[in-house]
């Protein structure tokens, strides 16, 4: 009867293999959640319906109004980990991210000319919009990037770790809010793309 020893051995040896490859496969990675939501415009010519954008479009600040917005909602599954010489390390940092870009949307249906007219406009829109959004993802692969490993020594409680973490939070936050403010004030400028875009919603050009 031969012996089992070589079979095991070799059964022993494809199992670590398979684990060393599971091992060695990366996380799967995130994948921010976006969606669309709409306010609604009223009239059926280019004029009416852009004063009816300023009349409801999203309130930014005060009572200014914006012709489209882009705002986010994100939240973290952080694993703090203190360590054997009393360090704290974050050993992972995974973002939930849900992206909403809110658009006009016309009460009713639209003369021809003019609904193709206002699909142009509003693919710009979203385009602009979009921008915005990759704009914030990048922020979170940012935040993500610096915070997972991030570590701190003599940190009982995970305390100076979390102020760490806090202080690269606002700089990259601010850092995106800047992009954008930049990113705007060149697509609205003059000559600027959403300011073609509501010339040409306008002027039916």
Known sequence: MPSARPALAAAIGAALMLAATLVAQPALAWRAAEQVKTYPVSGRTAPELYVSIGENGPVISG?????????????????YREQPDGSCVIARNVPKLII????????ENLPP??????QRFYDGLAAHERVHGQHIIEMVEAIEAV????????????????????????????EQRA????????EMGEGGNVQT?????????
């Open 63 to 79: 009572d200014r109004r914006a012709i489209a917005h882009t705002t986010f909602k994100l939240t973290w599954g952080r694993d």
């Open 113 to 118: 000319a003019v609904a193709a007219r206002w």
């Open 100 to 107: 909403t870009y809110t658009l006009p949307k016309p009460r």
């Open 197 to 205: 875009l509501v010339l040409n919603l306008l002027t039916g050009r």
């Open 147 to 174: 915070s997972v490993g991030l570590s701190a020594p003599a940190d009982p409680g995970c305390r100076k770790v979390r102020a760490l973490l806090q202080s690269h939070l606002k700089r990259l936050s601010d």
């Open 179 to 186: 992009r954008g403010r930049d990113f705007d004030r060149i």
